[in-house]
């Protein structure tokens, strides 16, 4: 167990919905990283927050949007959900802004 | 060219042999080196973790680094069917933009 939260662990949802994913990260980890993993293009990394800030951005789409609130855990927002965005959505912590990164056990999001 | 590149494999072996998987890459900035180990449908678990070249052991796993060729190795000896998962390079400059992944390398061990 990595120590990493995320809820829910699946989520069926259609098209043009919109859907929270949640991430609590390991106790004393300040830095909150979002990631998806499809067959094609295997892990993506899409944003990052450290400490409530947001730190870097990666292939993130202007559809999705994340948080980290005053307790750290942080939220990945998608909307207007296409086919293409059915994937695993990882969530990983780290102490720092940019060390070791321990992933939470995923979030699989099927768009029908 | 990608910025990391990594045979998908699947790459299978009998147990007991000695497995060598690698990763290439264009960056020179990157510094930090580190290899997870991902069972199906499930979070990478982060094996080993190096900074700079060299090698790094830890039990049956080894991690080397060539930062000259831009080429970095995860070595397991005894391999073991528990051992057959995906296996994931990921590299960092240190700066603030997360990992950059390999695609990873399919890994079986043969019983």
């Known amino acids: 167990d990595s120590g990493v939260t995320q809820t829910p662990k699946h989520l069926i949802t259609a098209t043009g919905q919109r859907v929270t994913l949640r991430c609590s990260p390991r106790?004393?980890?300040?830095?909150v990283y979002w990631y998806q993993q499809s067959l094609d293009q295997g892990l993506q990394f899409l944003i990052q927050?450290?400490?409530?800030?947001?730190?870097a951005k990666g292939n993130i789409l202007e559809r999705f949007s994340a948080q980290q609130f005053p307790d750290l855990h942080s939220e990945l927002n998608l909307s207007s959900l296409e086919l293409g965005d059915s994937a695993l959505y990882f969530c990983?912590?780290?102490?720092?802004?940019?060390?070791?990164?321990?992933f939470g056990s995923g979030t699989q999001l099927s768009v029908l | 060219q990608k910025e990391v590149e990594q045979d998908p494999g699947p790459l299978s072996v009998p147990e007991g042999a000695i497995v060598s998987l690698n990763c290439t890459y264009s960056?020179?900035?990157?510094?930090?080196f580190m290899w997870y180990r991902q069972y199906s449908r499930k979070g990478p678990e982060l094996l080993m973790y190096?900074?700079?070249?060299g090698n790094k052991e830890d039990g049956r796993f080894t991690a080397q680094v060539d930062k000259s060729s831009k080429y970095i190795s995860l070595f397991i000896r005894d391999s073991q069917p528990s051992d057959s998962a995906t296996y994931l390079c990921a590299l960092s400059g240190g700066g603030a933009d997360g990992l950059t992944f390999g695609k990873g390398t399919h890994l079986i061990i043969q019983p």
């Open positions: 960056n020179s900035a990157f510094q930090y």
């Open positions: 990983a912590s780290s102490e720092g802004a940019h060390e070791k990164l321990f």
């Open positions: 190096t900074y700079s070249s």
């Open positions: 927050y450290y400490n409530g800030e947001e730190r």
């Open positions: 106790s004393g980890d300040l830095s």
